[in-house]
């Protein structure tokens, strides 16, 4: 056991240390001249303004030389200031953090929640009534585009369209302005989150309910399940007590994945609704060319999958003791 | 048992039903008197300190809380004293003596002096702030003998600084702040701000918004609102839905289609106003055909045809700008022929007489080409370059590059692409990104583009692109002059009109080059487009457009709406935008107890079902 985690980590440090060198280089062959870009379209710009704005940003080094300064940089936790505002990257990402993490954090359990019960009933009633419209609505769910169904919503929710009221707010964190503190803070909260949370609960949804689906349906058939039958347990033991423990494992990994993407957000989700979390920075950064943002948030998407990953791999271990034998 | 589902479900809605109001329709949260302005648009800030700032989004805020040493009419954007009441100018026209006021005070107290404006152009200058230090050219040494006197030195003379003109586009900041950042003030982010105008920056949120506060020491007219904030979205659906929804009093739209969707809806007036901004389809004139030349060193491999100013005529003549206004604008801009836009300070453009026009003529230009030689002699639609050119014999096909994110770039290809091929020459289409394309510019690598600019109200700036010396010098670095056109006559008008003292006089001058960047026809100018908004008519009232009678209707250049701007139906009509929507406190307490009662409910129904028979 001891070997076999020993070995996951090194492979996990490994991954992070190919992560790090790949980033660097992958932004620096990006096309596209940040400091043209700053520029384009500005008045009053000349080669000497191009020059030093080139210095401010440390783009006139060359490029082993910045290689080395990003590395030693990382390591020490020194991420850079951001390209366009100056700020600590450690700061924009700090303060973005936590919307994402509420915001996906919450739908990503209210669906693996929901779709799981709705993958198990299916499941196991296939071919049922619920069954069949589960079915459909999952498949709907899981292969329609996120910002087309979030577009939807605020229309119909934040705009109100026909019979559905204009309830909750279009965009935005909080009420700017209202300097609402306390419980009134929370709910005001709460009402932005409203929108891209019923639409990210209603995007992961299907996913969860397909495989927890398959998952039951592969399990249905084990010898096992026949046993507990022949035992003469009825149907509700037969499937919390035999069937869906053994069907869970596969939804394990996925969730954990689910988990580990969280950090990146759902940017699309973020995008249309203005919430002020990881994926709307990674957006603004892509636009803005901001390469020691980009870097850092890349590094840090990276570094949560690969965590994430890592906690699937030994809890794997755990749970099904055949995993840690091979 | 899992059938009983639903019902619960519908049972904790019931339970909510009565309570589920919106929150503005419940008795209202502790609610002061503040009246506060909100308006909402796409654009993300890039800074507020004007050492580094350079979008047109910030120029609100700075518009609102700074002085400028002239500033913009609201009616023409033609000079009005700001900070400077009076210039005089020394006979040979270097030297500026500006009395400036004494009765401004800081947000944070201090008196505003003329140690102030001096120190701010002097760092400027010295610390070469992105767009102000293209203002101090020119300028030697600023400074102030005392509080009400600012002594400008220019090292040649000129008329630019005299005050007939608000030429000086440079915001005027607290000495005593920024003395503090002189170093490296492009790292102080300036919020929040102290301003001298009528409101300061009080707090930003990024990807959020932006909110300005009254300054308490303004002595000016007393404005009729207490705040400002700023919406940030992400997509013009979002502004559309906020603006129908009331979170918003006010809205910029970028899309055509999006504003139009907006027009009808009840309490909502639309309008369509010019800004100073033009599309362009640029010819490479000949980065890879041009003498060397200070800095300048040939390079690129733009098509040789392109360095024959009949060439880039019959380019010019072959596009109906008209058309494009009508199928890519949806009907709304201007169409395009000067550098200068329509909107610019009094009596800088210059529009092309009747003779002087370029106009749609495909059959013209296949007889000025026919006339010049180029002639399709291989019978394949294509004509070639005549006998005795550069490169005798090629056939005119012309790599056009658009821009994928933008999107106008993209729909107008096709018509030009059709138009090119009426007068005999192939142009293929290639979509990539502005950063991409910027590089292809500095690399003289390209035949054809497509992009824009927007111009200061001054002309001078936009004129200033296009002199030799701002072509991209070498291949790698950025230069203004992408289309590398380059006349040493431009070039001698640009510094005479630098340098005419007379105001009238230097805009003959502007005129003459105008018209000579028109006939070489570098850049065919497509179009104008104008700045859509839309406002809620039961919320503000008091927009001026800027220029009038249909221009920006916050008046971007200067402070005049800050101080129009007053709710409708009197103060106590004041807007709600700034009160929280959603549902009420009461229905998430509802809603959190219904979840916790459903999985307890479910917890219970499976552990029943599983342990019945263990009994």
Not at chain 1, 10 to 26: I, S
Not at chain 2, 472 to 495: F, H, I, K, S
């Amino acid at each position: 056991m001891r070997r076999y985690l020993a070995g996951k980590v090194f492979q996990a440090l490994l991954t992070l240390a190919f992560v790090l060198a790949f980033n660097f280089f992958l932004f620096r062959v990006m096309p596209g001249d940040p400091v043209a870009l700053l520029l384009r379209g500005t008045s009053a710009l000349t080669a000497e303004t191009v020059r030093d704005l080139r210095r401010d940003l440390g783009l006139d080094q060359p490029l082993p030389q910045q290689f080395l300064t990003y590395s030693a940089d990382t390591l020490t936790g020194n991420y850079g200031r951001s390209l366009t505002t100056g700020a600590k990257v450690t700061e924009e990402i700090g303060s973005r953090i936590w919307p994402t993490v509420l915001l996906v954090g919450a739908s990503t359990i209210a669906s693996a929640f929901l779709g799981l019960l709705i993958g198990i009933h299916g499941g196991w009633r296939r071919g049922s009534r619920f069954d069949l419209g589960s079915m459909g609505f999952s498949l709907v769910a899981y292969s329609m585009p996120e910002f087309w169904f979030g577009i939807l919503v605020l229309l119909a929710l934040a705009g109100g369209v026909g019979f559905f009221p204009a309830i909750f707010p279009t965009g935005g964190y909080q009420t700017p302005g209202a300097d609402l503190t306390g419980f009134a803070h929370v709910v005001d909260v709460l009402n932005h989150m409203a929108l891209p949370w019923l639409t990210l609960t209603v995007a992961y949804l299907g996913e969860y309910a397909l495989i927890m689906r398959s998952s039951i349906l592969d399990v249905m058939g084990e010898d096992f399940v026949t046993t507990a039958r022949a035992k003469g347990l009825r149907e509700q033991q037969v499937l919390w007590r035999h069937t869906v423990p053994n069907a869970l494992l596969p939804t394990i990994t996925l969730t954990f994945l689910s988990l580990g993407f969280v950090f990146a957000g759902a940017i699309t989700i973020e995008y249309v609704f203005s919430w002020p979390g990881l994926g709307l920075l990674t957006v603004t950064a892509i636009d803005e060319k901001d390469f020691p943002l980009l870097q850092a948030l890349f590094l840090l998407f990276s570094a949560a999958v690969i965590v994430f990953n890592l906690i699937a791999d030994l809890l794997y271990a755990y749970l099904d003791p055949r995993v840690r034998a091979g | 048992m899992a059938r009983r589902l639903p019902a619960m479900i519908a049972a904790t809605l019931l339970f909510a039903g009565p309570t589920l109001t919106t929150a503005s329709a419940q008795s209202p949260t502790p609610q002061d008197e503040t009246i506060t302005f909100v308006y909402g648009d796409s654009s993300e800030p890039s800074s507020f300190s004007p050492f580094k700032g350079y979008l047109a989004t910030e120029f609100y805020f700075w518009a609102w809380s700074y002085h400028l040493p002239i500033t913009f009419a609201v009616d023409d954007l033609g000079a009005v004293p700001d900070f400077v009441t009076d210039t005089e100018v020394s006979e040979d026209g270097t030297t500026f003596t500006y009395t400036v006021r004494d009765d401004l005070v800081w947000s944070d107290g201090e008196p505003m002096t003329a140690e102030d404006m001096a120190f701010t152009l002097n760092i400027y200058k010295e610390k070469h702030a992105y767009l102000p230090q293209g203002y101090l050219g020119l300028v030697e040494s600023v400074e102030a003998p005392d509080d009400t006197t600012v002594v400008l030195r220019t090292s040649e003379p000129t008329s630019l600084y005299s005050g007939a003109a608000p030429y000086m586009y440079t915001y005027i900041l607290p000495e005593h702040v920024w003395s503090d950042h002189a170093d490296a003030p492009k790292q102080y982010e300036n919020v929040p701000s102290v301003g001298s105008g009528p409101f300061f920056i009080a707090e930003y949120e990024r990807g959020q918004f932006v909110r300005m506060e009254r300054n308490p020491h303004w002595t000016g007219p007393e404005p009729h609102i207490d705040e400002m904030i700023y919406r940030i979205f992400n997509n013009d659906d979002a502004v559309a839905e906020a603006l129908k929804a009331g979170e918003i009093d006010f809205a910029y739209i970028d899309t055509p289609n999006v504003f139009n969707s907006l027009e009808g809806e009840p309490d909502i007036e639309t309008f369509v106003g010019p800004i100073p901004e033009f599309d362009e389809l640029a010819m490479n004139a000949g980065s890879a055909y041009q003498e060397p030349e200070g800095a300048f060193e040939p390079h690129g491999d733009g098509h040789p045809a392109l360095t024959d100013p009949v060439v880039r005529r019959a380019v010019r003549m072959a596009i109906n700008s008209e058309e494009l206004v009508e199928r890519v604008q949806l009907g709304y801009g201007v169409p395009g022929d000067s550098i200068i836009p329509p909107v610019s300070i009094a009596g800088a453009r210059w529009e092309p007489s009747d003779s002087e026009r370029i106009p749609w003529d495909i059959e013209g230009a296949n007889q000025l080409l026919e006339e010049a030689g180029y002639t399709d002699t291989d019978g394949d639609g294509v004509r070639e370059m005549p006998p005795g050119s550069l490169e005798p014999g090629r056939p005119l096909e012309l790599r056009y590059y658009t821009q994928t994110n933008d999107q106008n770039t993209i729909d107008a290809a096709p018509f030009i692409r059709s138009w090119l091929e009426d007068i005999g020459i192939r142009a293929e289409v290639t979509a990539m990104s502005s950063g991409r394309l910027g590089n292809e510019l500095n690399a003289g690598t390209y035949d054809l583009f497509h992009w824009g600019w927007i111009p200061d109200p001054d002309p001078d700036a936009i004129l200033s692109y296009f002199q030799c010396e701002q072509r991209p010098p070498d291949g790698r670095t950025y230069g203004n002059n992408d289309a590398y056109y380059c006349n040493p006559e431009y070039d001698r008008l640009y510094v005479e009109q630098r340098t005419t003292l007379d105001p009238q006089e230097r805009l003959e001058i502007i005129h003459e080059m105008q018209r000579i960047f028109y006939e070489d026809a570098a850049y065919a100018v497509l179009w104008y487009p104008p700045t859509f908004q839309a406002y809620r008519t039961d919320r503000f009232t008091g927009y001026q457009s800027q220029p009038a009678p249909e221009g920006d209707l916050l008046s971007g250049y200067s402070r005049d709406v800050a101080l129009s701007l007053r709710p409708v139906g009197g103060e106590e009509g004041a807007g709600t935008s700034t009160q929280a929507r959603g549902i009420s406190a009461g229905v998430w307490v509802g809603i959190a107890a219904g979840v916790v009662v459903l999985i307890v409910i479910l917890m219970l129904v499976r552990r029943r079902g599983v342990s019945e028979d263990r009994a």
